[in-house]
């Protein structure tokens, strides 16, 4: 019996297959990236609700809060947090075995969210921790999450304006002091964009690489300063380095060249690293509200 070729293609593919798959993808990432932002801000609003009794206005400690990271990949969290002193204290301990019970139910409606598709917005924020019954802890910065901005960011400028700068000591972990160039008017959610010069982001480079060889490269963005000549001139390359976007979705952000503006200044982490100005005490101005402008 022989064997008839067919007279049409079985079936046909739109010609605007790819564009509508890059488009579908493109939205689905924006949206886990929303989600994933959204959750970190409510995570952060959770633990101050907790340690309030639900009044925003009441004055409250925190400063960072364990999450681990249960067998579906999503994190939960333990009730155990940090001052801004860095004394480590329990929900238990500050507000009772129910109140706590019930604060960290309600807290971990929202860090289920916080899983492996949102893993890209989160793990920035977090330090890693020695690990709970085999699984992986964290230590979620409370202040860099609730300063997450609910929508996309904008992306970073290289030209940031120079004039009506102003000195100030910066700070963005509670214990190293740089001192740097800050525009009070460029700030978001009360943390300042600092420009250092590049001795200070030698500074930051040694700081930056000797955390990461004590913590892990996953827990800290590392700042480089390669030196070369070129034509008898000497030149420094500044690099910021987030190892925890390696073989993640924002691989391809895993890497940044810095560039000086115009008095050679360099804007190391931006608004993303929540670097906070200091007043004379050394105490936070979050916002930044100098003397004089």
């Known amino acids: 019996m022989g064997t008839q070729p067919p007279s049409r293609p079985a079936y046909d593919i739109p010609a605007s297959l790819a564009a509508a798959a890059d488009a579908a993808l493109a939205a ?40 681990v990271e249960g067998e579906d990949g999503s994190l939960f969290p333990t009730g155990r947090y940090w001052t801004a002193a860095g004394d480590e204290r329990t929900f238990t301990e500050a507000v009772g075995l129910t109140e706590a019970g019930n604060g960290i139910h309600d807290m971990s ?109 996953g827990s800290v963005d590392t700042v480089h300063v390669l030196d070369g000549m070129v034509d008898r001139t000497a030149h420094a390359v500044v690099l910021v380095v987030s190892w925890m976007y390696l073989g993640g979705e924002r691989h391809d952000q895993a890497t940044e060249v810095l560039q000086p503006n115009k008095v050679g200044r360099y804007a190391v982490g931006g608004h993303d690293w929540c670097w906070y100005a200091l007043s004379d005490d050394l105490h936070p101005m979050i916002p930044f509200q100098p003397a004089t402008v």
């Open 28 to 67: 689905a990432q924006a949206a886990r990236h929303q989600l994933g932002r959204a959750m970190l801000v409510a995570a952060a609003a959770a633990v101050r609700d907790i340690l309030t009794g639900n009044d925003p206005a009441a004055p409250f400690d925190a400063r960072a809060v364990e999450l």
């Open 109 to 217: 409606e929202w860090t289920a969210y916080l899983d492996e598709n949102t893993r890209d917005v989160w793990r920035p924020l977090c330090a890693e921790l020695d690990g709970r019954d085999g699984r992986p802890a964290y230590s979620l910065d409370l202040l860099r999450a609730a300063a997450v901005t609910l929508d996309e960011p904008e992306p970073a400028r290289s030209d940031a304006p120079v004039g009506a700068m102003v000195d100030v000591m910066v700070c963005a972990n509670d214990r190293d002091r740089y001192p740097a160039l800050v525009d009070p008017t460029d700030q978001r959610d009360g943390f300042v964009k600092p420009w250092f010069d590049l001795d200070t982001v030698r500074r930051l480079a040694a700081d930056t690489q000797a955390e990461a060889a004590r913590y892990g490269h």
